[in-house]
């Protein structure tokens, strides 16, 4: 892979010195959001351009610094709660410690293995690892774009992007302090210093914080707490204008995780509710509510949690070439982490039972990705328009698995790579003084192995070509109409044990044409804001998870699903009556249904054999069952009300924040699911115009357990083998492990206050 690196360096250098340009999404202060009279109009970048977000002929939601404080959001988890057709997939607890556990779902469009459908970019670089920890005091804005966005992002944004923008240097001065102290053990601490060092010139940016959390839940078989976190980062940024024409970004930053074991659970066989005549029955309805977890950590020892290190380091630049107009720019970044990860992988404490030495394992990540772009953007005042630019990715990723307390490994993963490039292109042109049309399209190559000190084993290259046409009519000044037509696609995976049988080591790549109309309106001079969406998805061979015994031991395998459909509509709506008072409501309805999946447990389990897949095996036919980890439906609302005391030196605020999230099964077969959750947030306190700010909340006020997502799993201790009692074999001669289904617990009403003051 050295020749591998060695391009990328020589694309880094060459875009990066040798050209001085910059991504105009991120280059400079016009990022920077302007003020209505009403309230602030936040300007996104979904289309590596600056557009309002009333502007923009996109479903994008977006939450600048300011409300993400306003609401207490730390992660993008917590941010997915209030954005409706968005969901974050986790396990492990608060954020996710087994880190590619955790995943965005836009639109319904979920899976559980494989790449996710849809990717997270930190300053416009492709950020593939868990983003659970990284510090939301140093982000400006969140934008989650909803739809396919392959054509100008890539790889890895099959049904949306999100795009996180960190913190920059301005003219002026500007230092914060800002602590949390909260229940269950949990401090936040969080300092940021930003200004200019050269008047109009050089800016800097510098952000620390320490975290720790105690954990809430217990360990049943020790008593130690479970899910305990801790974090230590630094963030950065230089901002260099040489000239009027030139600006230059260096970015980077550096995460230190120190996790406990997660509070997870395995609901054992002895929960299960339907299909008991079948060997490894089932259970049918919502997973059940526990208070603790069963974990074997003694054999885990001084290696049971998370460790990891993150390092973040990018940089970006931009010319307007002459003053032309005519704009050169690029955008580069580099990705280092490292990770150890002891579990025990039963969840029901091995009891020295036969899986005492095979799930009680230690893993171990190391993955650098690098990327690059080169763009050109022609002036953006004339009638036709166009974008035409480059782009290459490289991930490495090296994995192993070892015995807790031993250097003894137990398997090598090898190395896993992934290259991909591309080239892309736009043209915009208006028809009328009302009327714009865009096409875009981008052509890629993702090149996708596993190679060990031999040399590789296991190799594939995909093409694709991904076209986006948008047409956007101004029908008047506060009305927006538009519709887009766009194609996801989505690389295809390698199942890279060696002991899989050949034809369930390659996945097919997925491809999903996206349908969309939607309205964007403001009335009552901007006091009220009404946006709609509706769309249609067809989806070719999606990719989800599949259990297959490896070795005697269950292990779980991507496949393609077959075809799905998703039909849904979304409503985000903003109602400001006084300068005191406002409102946000919104809802997605996202139906994603199956229209053809032969699933061989369906068929050999079940209902019994009425189809065969496209692998030539005897199944059962699902269609018409709605998708894993895709909610039907979201509904959030949340109020905010600002009084004014003392002659105006101070503000009281009350702030209200709820969200509805409908059950998400656990397979195709819409038997177990999570229960539907209900979140209420509730927040008071008193500020001091912008000098000082105090906060008391209390978060999830309803105390819902309902679990983020849940996975069906195996009963790893006690199957039908001795020595269990001969009663539980309910099936003599067959397999010994029944279904368990996995889930992470979810933190209780807590309670806490923040203190903030800039200086």
Same mark, same amino acid.
């Given at each position: 892979m050295d020749m591998k690196r060695t391009r990328f360096l020589a694309l880094l250098a060459t875009s990066q010195i040798a050209l001085c340009v910059a991504l105009p999404a991120s280059a400079s202060a016009q990022e920077e959001e302007a003020s209505a009279p009403t309230g602030d109009v936040i300007v996104v970048t979904a289309r590596k351009k600056e557009e309002t977000l009333q502007d923009v002929p996109l479903s994008v939601d977006a939450f600048d610094s300011e409300g993400l404080k306003e609401r207490g959001l730390k992660d993008i988890s917590e941010v997915s709660n209030f954005t409706p057709g968005f969901t974050m997939e986790k396990f492990g607890g608060r954020r996710g410690a087994e880190g590619d556990t955790s995943r965005p779902v836009i639109r319904g469009q979920s899976n559980i293995l494989g790449e996710t459908n849809a990717a997270v970019f930190v300053d416009g670089i492709l950020y593939s690892g868990s983003f659970l920890s990284f510090p939301f005091a140093a982000v400006e804005r969140v934008e989650v774009v909803k739809g396919p966005q392959a054509a100008l992002f890539g790889r890895a944004t099959f049904a949306g992007a999100v795009?996180?923008?960190?913190?920059?240097?301005?003219?002026?001065?500007?230092?914060?302090?800002?602590?949390?102290?909260?229940?269950?053990?949990?401090?936040?601490?969080?300092?940021?210093?930003?200004?200019?060092?050269?008047?109009?010139?050089?800016?800097?940016?510098?952000?620390?914080?320490?975290?720790?959390?105690?954990?809430?839940?217990?360990?049943?078989?020790?008593?130690?707490?479970?899910?305990?976190?801790?974090?230590?980062?630094?963030?950065?940024?230089?901002?260099?204008?040489?000239?009027?024409?030139?600006?230059?970004?260096?970015?980077?930053?550096?995460?230190?995780?120190?996790?406990?074991?997660?509070?997870?659970?395995?609901?054992?066989?002895?929960?299960?509710?339907?299909?008991?005549?079948?060997?490894?029955?089932?259970?049918?309805?919502?997973?059940?509510?526990?208070?603790?977890?069963?974990?074997? *950590?003694?054999? !885990?020892?001084?290696? $049971? @949690?998370? /460790?990891?290190?993150?390092?973040?380091?990018?940089?970006?630049? &931009? +010319?307007?070439?002459?003053?032309?107009?005519?704009?050169?720019?690029?955008?580069?970044?580099?990705?280092?982490?490292?990770?150890?990860?002891?579990?025990?992988?039963?969840? *029901?404490?091995? !009891?020295?039972?036969? $899986? @005492?030495? /095979?799930?009680?394992?230690?893993?171990?990540?190391?993955?650098? &990705? +690098?990327?690059?772009?080169?763009?050109?953007?022609?002036?953006?005042?004339?009638?036709?328009?166009?974008?035409?630019?480059?782009?290459?990715?490289?991930?490495?990723?090296?994995?192993?698995?070892?015995?807790?307390?031993?250097?003894?490994?137990?398997?090598?993963?090898?190395?896993?790579?992934?290259?991909? +490039?591309?080239?892309?292109?736009?043209?915009?042109?208006?028809?009328?003084?009302?009327?714009?049309?865009?096409?875009?399209?981008?052509?890629?190559?993702?090149?996708?192995?596993?190679?060990?000190?031999?040399?590789?084993?296991?190799?594939?290259?995909?093409?694709?070509?991904?076209?986006?046409?948008?047409?956007?009519?101004?029908?008047?000044?506060d009305m927006l109409l538009y519709g887009v037509i766009a194609l996801g696609n989505k690389p295809g995976y390698i199942n890279e044990d060696p002991a899989l049988p050949a034809d369930l080591i390659y996945v097919d790549e997925e491809e999903a044409w996206n349908y969309e109309i939607g309205a964007k309106t403001s009335w009552a001079d901007n006091t009220f804001f009404l946006n709609v969406a509706a769309y249609f998805i067809d989806w070719d061979k999606q990719q989800l998870s599949n259990s297959v015994f490896v070795g005697g031991v269950p292990t779980s395998i991507v496949t393609n699903a077959g075809k799905t459909e998703v039909k849904g509509f979304e409503i985000d709506s903003q109602w400001i009556p006084t300068d005191e008072l406002k409102f946000d409501v919104g809802y997605a309805y996202s139906d994603a249904e199956l229209t053809d999946f032969c699933d061989p447990v369906q068929g050999g389990e079940l209902t019994g054999f009425d189809c065969v897949n496209d692998d030539g095996v005897q199944g059962g036919q699902t269609a018409g069952n709605q998708i894993p980890n895709s909610p039907k439906h979201h509904f959030t609302a949340s109020s905010q009300y600002t009084k004014p005391i003392m002659d105006g030196q101070y503000d009281w605020f009350l702030r209200g924040d709820y969200a509805y999230i409908s059950k998400k099964y656990a397979q195709v077969h819409n038997f177990a699911h999570t229960g539907d959750r209900s979140l209420l947030n509730l927040r008071t306190g008193f500020a001091k115009g912008d000098a000082w700010k105090l906060t008391f909340f209390v978060d999830n006020v309803l105390d819902d357990k309902t679990p983020s997502t849940v996975v069906r799993y195996a009963d790893l201790v006690n199957g039908n083998f001795a020595p269990q009692p001969p009663e539980q074999n309910n099936v003599p001669g067959t397999t010994p492990y029944e279904r368990g289904f996995l889930f992470p617990l979810v933190e209780s009403r807590q309670f806490g206050a923040t203190f903030s003051i800039n200086f």
């Amino acid at each position: 892979m050295d020749m591998k690196r060695t391009r990328f360096l020589a694309l880094l250098a060459t875009s990066q010195i040798a050209l001085c340009v910059a991504l105009p999404a991120s280059a400079s202060a016009q990022e920077e959001e302007a003020s209505a009279p009403t309230g602030d109009v936040i300007v996104v970048t979904a289309r590596k351009k600056e557009e309002t977000l009333q502007d923009v002929p996109l479903s994008v939601d977006a939450f600048d610094s300011e409300g993400l404080k306003e609401r207490g959001l730390k992660d993008i988890s917590e941010v997915s709660n209030f954005t409706p057709g968005f969901t974050m997939e986790k396990f492990g607890g608060r954020r996710g410690a087994e880190g590619d556990t955790s995943r965005p779902v836009i639109r319904g469009q979920s899976n559980i293995l494989g790449e996710t459908n849809a990717a997270v970019f930190v300053d416009g670089i492709l950020y593939s690892g868990s983003f659970l920890s990284f510090p939301f005091a140093a982000v400006e804005r969140v934008e989650v774009v909803k739809g396919p966005q392959a054509a100008l992002f890539g790889r890895a944004t099959f049904a949306g992007a999100v795009n996180v923008i960190t913190k920059k240097g301005t003219n002026e001065f500007e230092n914060n302090v800002t602590a949390t102290v909260a229940d269950f053990g949990e401090y936040d601490i969080n300092v940021s210093s930003s200004g200019p060092l050269i008047e109009d010139k050089l800016f800097y940016f510098v952000h620390g914080r320490y975290y720790d959390y105690g954990g809430e839940y217990k360990n049943s078989l020790d008593g130690q707490k479970v899910g305990e976190e801790q974090t230590i980062g630094f963030n950065g940024s230089l901002e260099f204008h040489p000239s009027e024409t030139v600006s230059m970004t260096l970015r980077a930053g550096y995460n230190e995780d120190d996790d406990g074991p997660a509070a997870q659970v395995v609901q054992s066989r002895f929960f299960n509710n339907c299909f008991l005549d079948q060997a490894r029955q089932f259970y049918c309805g919502e997973v059940q509510e526990f208070d603790e977890t069963t974990l074997d *950590l003694a054999r !885990l020892g001084d290696d $049971a @949690g998370l /460790t990891r290190e993150v390092l973040r380091i990018s940089g970006s630049m &931009e +010319w307007d070439i002459g003053g032309s107009g005519y704009i050169l720019s690029s955008n580069a970044g580099y990705t280092d982490s490292s990770s150890v990860y002891g579990q025990d992988n039963t969840f *029901l404490g091995n !009891l020295n039972n036969f $899986a @005492g030495n /095979t799930l009680v394992r230690v893993e171990h990540i190391d993955q650098d &990705e +690098w990327s690059a772009e080169l763009r050109l953007d022609t002036p953006a005042s004339e009638s036709i328009r166009g974008t035409i630019g480059t782009f290459y990715y490289e991930r490495e990723k090296e994995s192993f698995r070892r015995f807790p307390m031993s250097t003894a490994v137990i398997a090598d993963f090898g190395t896993q790579y992934t290259d991909n +490039w591309a080239i892309f292109g736009a043209v915009e042109a208006d028809l009328s003084p009302a009327l714009t049309a865009r096409a875009e399209i981008r052509y890629s190559e993702d090149t996708i192995g596993v190679e060990t000190a031999a040399g590789p084993i296991l190799e594939e290259t995909f093409s694709s070509v991904t076209p986006r046409f948008t047409i956007d009519y101004q029908a008047t000044d506060d009305m927006l109409l538009y519709g887009v037509i766009a194609l996801g696609n989505k690389p295809g995976y390698i199942n890279e044990d060696p002991a899989l049988p050949a034809d369930l080591i390659y996945v097919d790549e997925e491809e999903a044409w996206n349908y969309e109309i939607g309205a964007k309106t403001s009335w009552a001079d901007n006091t009220f804001f009404l946006n709609v969406a509706a769309y249609f998805i067809d989806w070719d061979k999606q990719q989800l998870s599949n259990s297959v015994f490896v070795g005697g031991v269950p292990t779980s395998i991507v496949t393609n699903a077959g075809k799905t459909e998703v039909k849904g509509f979304e409503i985000d709506s903003q109602w400001i009556p006084t300068d005191e008072l406002k409102f946000d409501v919104g809802y997605a309805y996202s139906d994603a249904e199956l229209t053809d999946f032969c699933d061989p447990v369906q068929g050999g389990e079940l209902t019994g054999f009425d189809c065969v897949n496209d692998d030539g095996v005897q199944g059962g036919q699902t269609a018409g069952n709605q998708i894993p980890n895709s909610p039907k439906h979201h509904f959030t609302a949340s109020s905010q009300y600002t009084k004014p005391i003392m002659d105006g030196q101070y503000d009281w605020f009350l702030r209200g924040d709820y969200a509805y999230i409908s059950k998400k099964y656990a397979q195709v077969h819409n038997f177990a699911h999570t229960g539907d959750r209900s979140l209420l947030n509730l927040r008071t306190g008193f500020a001091k115009g912008d000098a000082w700010k105090l906060t008391f909340f209390v978060d999830n006020v309803l105390d819902d357990k309902t679990p983020s997502t849940v996975v069906r799993y195996a009963d790893l201790v006690n199957g039908n083998f001795a020595p269990q009692p001969p009663e539980q074999n309910n099936v003599p001669g067959t397999t010994p492990y029944e279904r368990g289904f996995l889930f992470p617990l979810v933190e209780s009403r807590q309670f806490g206050a923040t203190f903030s003051i800039n200086f």
